[in-house]
């Protein structure tokens, strides 16, 4: 069969020194998937817990990591759409396997790589975008005039999502970091937050209270779950929706009292978006090409939506990309795409 390469976790799963290039079978496509030969691909922070061993896989996810992608069609299996060709540009959303060579995909989670931006531009779109875009738009059902509260806002969902509901006419936009350098990013980059809490000095629920004159935020986007859970339901407006991404403080919360969720009439929905079913990435990824691609364009771009790469690494230099990543120093990181050539 043929081979490629592709970066390999040593032992299934361990620490950055157990990550390596090396050789594994080579795809093929088979019904409604396409073989993409990638040109670039993005870091995300579920990578590093699944080399941990600390994120379980969907049924069927490839064991190599990575989940988004820019690259051009390199093999088109039975019954796929004629739109798609070889040769054709791409960007694109997986289960897994963009650490590699080629990457099998399904032809829906496609989506046609915008012509004005480079190919690590483009490969910074997929994950950071589409999950702010679901935690916002269908999730949230964010709208003009809304009041919002960010979490990890220099984080690259943090700084797509406050994009996003700038585009969605948000009235304010509350981010919070954990420094004051973050704080001046997303507040100087156009279409940034309209106010940023340091959450270690600050009291986030204090803040958007006097930013919103009492009224409290309409939207909470977190990713940190328990030590945020309190101020979170005190930070929230009547009416209010918070979606829930990850709990990186923890799951568990001590001492909770429900009585807030029934009297402010709370929605309160956490989500995922690689276990989602085929069908529902399907209409999410063709829902976001329709609304938002086109208004994003590279940092340097006069477009709605930006994309922010703090650091371009070669792939040989796969072990000092997740130590950086993982180390969270680096303030306005969206991700860091990988060149294979």
Not at 137 to 157: E, F, M, N, R, T
Request: with cysteine; net charge negative.
């Amino acid at each position: 069969m043929p081979s490629m390469q592709a970066v390999i976790i040593k032992d299934g799963k361990g620490p950055i020194e157990n990550l390596y290039i090396g050789e594994i079978e080579k795809p093929v496509p088979g019904h409604g998937e396409v073989l993409v030969k990638i040109k670039a691909f993005g870091l995300n922070r579920m990578d590093i817990y699944q080399r941990e061993g600390k994120y379980p896989l969907p049924p069927g996810a490839p064991e190599t990591l990575g989940v988004e992608f820019s690259g051009t069609i390199a093999e088109v299996g039975q019954a796929c759409n004629p739109m798609w060709k070889e040769g054709d540009e791409v960007i694109g959303l997986a289960s897994g396997g963009a650490y590699a060579e080629y990457i099998l995909v399904r032809q829906t989670n496609l989506m046609r790589k915008p012509p004005h931006l480079s190919w690590i531009e483009a490969a910074s779109i997929p994950e950071n975008f589409l999950t702010a875009y679901q935690a916002l738009v269908p999730i949230a059902q964010v709208k003009k005039g809304d009041d919002v509260l960010i979490h990890a806002g220099a984080s690259g969902v943090g700084i797509a999502a406050i994009q996003l509901a700038r585009l969605y006419g948000a009235n304010t936009i509350t981010a919070t970091t954990s420094t004051q350098e973050k704080i001046d990013f997303v507040l100087k980059m156009p279409n940034g937050a309209t106010h940023g809490v340091n959450y270690k000095t600050q009291d986030f629920a204090e803040e958007v209270s006097k930013i919103t004159n009492g009224k409290g935020v309409d939207v909470v986007i977190d990713f940190v779950g328990q030590s945020h859970w309190h101020k979170n339901i005190a930070a929230l407006a009547k009416d209010g929706r918070m979606t829930l991404l990850a709990f990186m403080s923890g799951s568990v919360i001590k001492e909770v009292d429900i009585g807030p969720i029934l009297y402010k009439r709370l929605h309160i929905e956490g989500s995922t978006l690689r276990s989602r079913s085929n069908e529902y990435q399907a209409d999410l990824i063709a829902k976001f090409q329709k609304d938002v691609v086109d208004e994003i364009t590279g940092s340097e771009g006069h477009g709605k939506l930006r994309t922010y790469i703090h650091e371009v690494y070669p792939w040989q230099k796969i072990q000092e990309a997740h130590r950086a990543m993982q180390s969270d120093s680096n303030a306005s990181v969206v991700l860091s795409p990988f060149h294979t050539t």
